[in-house]
């Protein structure tokens, strides 16, 4: 089954963190593997599960937009099921 990420607007709440245990920030302050700012990973326990949702969002739709495919279809992958890919 596949899912289109205009498709995320409708749905279900994206609240699983999007951790891929890779845990090294780039040179932007980025985690190589998810793509969270240390702040967030460091303050994802304390997020409401909306501000869970939004972060995940985001960092599908930054994946998307800058073609990072291999993070794209490990988010992808994390949040939908092995057996999902994005268009």
Known sequence: MQHDPADLLTDRQL???PCQAVCRLDGDGRCAGCGRTA?????WMLYSDEEKDAVNRRLLQEA????LT???NLLW???FGPGT???
């Not at 702040?39 to 303050?43: H, N, Q, S, V």
């Open 15 to 17: 609240t699983m963190s």
């Open 39 to 43: 702040e967030e990973i460091g303050r």
């Open 64 to 67: 998307r937009e800058k073609r």
């Open 70 to 72: 291999a993070r794209l």
């Open 77 to 79: 992958r994390r949040f």
């Open 85 to 87: 890919t994005p268009r």
